[in-house]
């Protein structure tokens, strides 16, 4: 047990070190750990604990962790999990913080920061079409319609302020009760 105790750890430290920008940005890389690399979870299974992660509240890629952890060892995976996840980058901002402060004003460091948006930007991207490729049902075309007709509808209604966020969250679940089982 041990072993995947630290395996866990390793993972997501690797994960929280090596990403940034935000928690969806994490996502591609979260994604070829424990889906290729580990084989913890299968592509639905990552599919529904982002799902899961996305309306649950809190940071997504804590409550990732969170749901990995506890699907690969318990409580002990949460534990391990999480503290990968989150010390690398308590380091890294910690650091970054004083070099920010120190050279905020130097043209290097704003040229630095422009060209690693757009990169943050494809990251964010890349977990966004991977996602969609394991939510998109296969078989009926009734299920692919009345699928991307719920995402149609929800990112209309979050993108134009028309609902919440979490509005449309319990609308999608309510459709899957309703024409999903």
Do not use: C
Request: proline share 6%; aromatic share 12%; net charge positive.
């Amino acid at each position: 047990m041990l072993p995947l105790i630290l395996n866990l750890a390793v993972t997501f430290a690797k994960v929280g070190m090596f990403t940034f920008g935000s928690g969806y940005a994490m996502l591609a890389l979260l994604q070829q750990e424990v889906l290729h690399r580990r084989a913890w979870l299968t592509p639905q299974e990552f599919a529904d604990i982002v799902s899961v992660a996305e309306v649950t509240p809190g940071p997504i890629m804590v409550n990732i962790a969170t749901f990995v952890g506890y699907k690969v060892a318990g409580l002990p995976g949460v534990l391990a999990a999480n503290a990968g996840l989150i010390t690398p980058p308590i380091m890294a901002i910690l650091l970054l913080t004083m070099v920010y402060l120190r050279y905020s004003d130097q043209r290097w460091l704003r040229a630095a920061l422009s060209g690693l948006r757009p990169v943050v930007v494809a990251l964010i991207l890349v977990a966004v079409v991977r996602l969609a490729q394991a939510s998109f049902p296969g078989g009926s075309s009734w299920r692919l319609v009345l699928t991307a007709a719920l995402f149609t509808a929800a990112f209309a209604a979050v993108y134009l302020r028309w609902a919440s966020p979490i509005w449309a969250a319990l609308a999608g679940i309510a459709v899957g009760l309703l024409f999903f089982r």
